[in-house]
């Protein structure tokens, strides 16, 4: 290989046809008179532009579009130096750090290293993460990299971050947030997944339909069955929002509610009937009664609500279940309606601001699938900014990442990115702080399925493509199919 | 002792197996190869821009009286099946060294036999041309070639510069002439003219090629690209009546001057739409009959855009060398011959900035 151009952070190389390199893999431009060397990521191999080879493939087929039969004495062997010029690639490669002194790693690509003496080898990934430290002591196995190595990063490098796993549909995202999900639990976190689809009720079961090793902290939380709240457990400020947010009432009828709240606190009568029958009763405008009337009726027939203290406990219990030994308490989403979903999701949160603000939970990983589906417009910004200081450290998961608003790619740490064949969702996601487009343009388009992109801190900026490592779960929500013959 | 390299024929298209021509390849290899062993682990200067020979003009023909016939000589297409050959062949210098020059020669015989075009390409040859062995690969190219000495001058050598065509002239007077002798019943398109007595064209070996190619029945056709001819001051291909081609004009009062022997008649032709006429010379020792009718089947049996063949366009293209070939021969040397390649600044460009064309064009 050697060095042809560099032009900003990329670099060309010219690659011969008995040095294979392909998208995603590191090279090592290393000057040795200069004493440093440039680690270089392939983002794209091309033709090389050699001079000529346009005749040379039209020469080859005059004849009416066939190639021309004849025979060719060539007794210096000159043809195979053609093909082997003609097969020149030129890998496109981003800089991704200097090294120095053979340790010492920095971000820089402001040095040019020499055209005629430096020399340019693949670099292993398990070499790459030596020199990058990305290691740890609570390892996480995402899977094998190209070269056969183990891509591990480090459960910490997820602490206190915002992640996004995008990609296709089908392509492994919830396969590896449930990776990422028991990897947590393992090192005894405290994870809350939003699950829309019923794809994670089964993470404590093995795929012949065992109990694993998670079982006993895997906890699934169904609302209107197992998951349900009392009134009187409920702060006036969370049932206001899931008011107005959630079932959109106005501000003057907010004003009420709030005085029939008061009301019946101070007379400790919070109960689903004894609030029926304040609203009934209260003394105002008729249109705010029918108001307060309609949004009662929503939060009664979403069977959430309950009188019953003693059912409505679960959450609490699971929640410091996980704090002591480490668990993940699924918010089974499955069949629930949109504005319940919405009701839900806007306790859960408020619940979860309030147990940390109160310091009763340490931090909490937050996997939300989806979440344009369930999460309010205000709450995307919230979720990153002041829910983060609280301790709710989200992982969105998704395969429309325009529903993911720009800022919060912005300000993602961590990118697990799978294959994407639009153009419109890869432009959406290239926004990201902690890529470069052009990698994410590249490379993504071409991953296979169960391949990820790694971008962003766990991986120390370096991205590395992963095979993700199979995991012994059973599976669950997959898609109904009309032409699916019953195994059973 | 000179490397040896084991020559099998096509079995396509068999070479006669006369001792002067089947030494002929073999030769020329063991020749490229002694020259290329004397260069072992120097230095070499790549050419900047590489020269590629193989246009070729029409020899200078005196022609006091200079006419061109009125009478047109329509032509009629004739589809009667018949095979149409050509020979071409190239040269280009590659790189210099401190002691000479390092050049290719290729050369290529094209034929369309039932609707498809076939092929035979010899090389490329890579020489390295130095003023103590130019005078030895040159004449015992001859030698082996052609089966003679020059002619005129036994001690003729060309000159350094004049080398490439030189070499690549022999090696497509040896292709006409193995072409001449295996084809039948043919016609044998050659790029230039009938035109002999230059050191590069032997008067004996362009009657030899002609005398071949009557016994076999061939006729042979010789197309010119560029001509230097002139009627009443105007190129004669640009003076075309306003008739629909195919045509031809026939030139009278033509008279080669010594020691140049023109062994055609000369004809402009212009054989289809536009505005393109080309030179052509036909075996004068054919009747006038058999020269018209021998265009009549070319017109019939081989593609004429533009009005040139294009079996004779294929040899040309085919043997011609592209810059990838060149970087690959370029690749080649170093590598089997350990060579360094050296990249001398351009002085023209260094001096000159953009009015400085490179050495090729100073």
Known sequence: ??????????????????????????????????????????IDVQFASIPGVLEELLRSLPDGGEIMQGEDFDPLEIAPH???????????????????????????????????????????????????????????????????????????????????????????????????????????????????????????????????????????????????????????????????????????????????????????????????????????????????????????????????????????????????????????????SPIDRQIVVEYLLGKLVELLTGWKLKAVFLFAEEAHLYLRETYWDDIVTRMRHFGIFTTFITNQPDTIRENIYRQADNIFLFNFTNEHDLEVVSRAARVDAETVKSIARDLPPHHCLVLGKVVRDFPIVVKIRALDVKTMGETRLFFKTDQS | MIEQYTITTTPKYNFPQKPTDTTLPQRLLELSIHSLKHIQNQQIQLNQQPIQQNNKTDTQIHAPSLNLKPTLIPIKPKNQETLVAAVDTSSIKIGETKTGALIAIRGATIWKQNKRYRYIRLGPFIFHITEENKTEVYNALQRAYLGQQNEQNHNYTPNTAQMPTRLATLLERWLQLTTAKTMSNSLILLDGSLTAGTPDTPTNVMREILENARKMGNTVLAFSKMTTMRFNGNLITDILPKITPPFMLELSGLRAKPPLVSFGDIYVARLANGNYAFRLDIDRELPNQKKVEAVERLVGNDLLAQGYPETLRLAHILCTFTANEVIAMQHFITRRYGLKIINRPDMHKLLFGPFGKGEANA
Request: charged share 20%.
């Open chain 1, 82 to 336: 053609i093909t082997y010029i003609q097969d020149a690639s030129l890998l496109v490669c981003k800089i991704r750090a200097t090294i120095e002194n053979g340790e010492n790693l920095s971000p820089t690509s402001a040095w040019l290293p020499s055209r005629s003496q430096s020399t340019i080898k693949k670099l292993s990934i398990p070499t790459l993460l030596k020199l990058a430290r990305i290691n740890g002591e609570l390892p996480i196995v995402l899977g094998g990299t190209k070269d056969a190595s183990l891509l591990t990063i480090d459960a910490s490098s997820l602490d206190g971050r915002l992640n996004i796993i995008t990609g296709k549909k089908e392509t492994g995202k919830s396969h590896l947030s449930k990776l990422l999900i028991s990897s947590l639990v393992g090192y005894k976190a405290t994870v809350v997944v939003f699950d829309l689809n019923g794809e994670y009720l089964s993470l404590g079961m093995t795929s012949d339909g065992k109990k694993n090793a998670f079982y006993d902290k895997i906890h699934v939380l169904t609302p209107a069955q197992n998951f349900k709240v009392a009134l009187k457990q409920l702060n006036l400020h969370v049932l206001l929002e899931i008011l107005i947010h959630a079932l959109h009432l106005p501000g003057t009828s907010a004003r009420e509610f709030r005085r029939i709240w008061q009301s019946l606190k101070e007379r400790n009568m919070l109960t689903l009937h004894d609030l029926g029958e304040a609203i009934r009763n209260w003394h105002c405008n008729q249109h705010v009664r029918d108001a307060l009337f309609s949004r009662y009726h929503a939060l009664v027939n979403s069977g959430f609500f309950t009188d019953n203290v003693a059912e409505a406990t679960l959450l609490e219990e699971c929640l410091f279940r996980a704090k002591e030994q480490g668990g993940a308490i699924i918010i089974n989403l499955r069949n629930t």
């Open chain 1, 1 to 42: 290989m050697k060095l042809y151009k560099k032009e900003g952070n990329i670099v060309q190389i010219l690659s011969f046809p008995n040095e294979t390199a392909e998208k995603g893999d590191y090279l090592l431009i290393e000057d040795a008179d200069a004493g440093k060397a440039l680690i270089a990521q392939v």
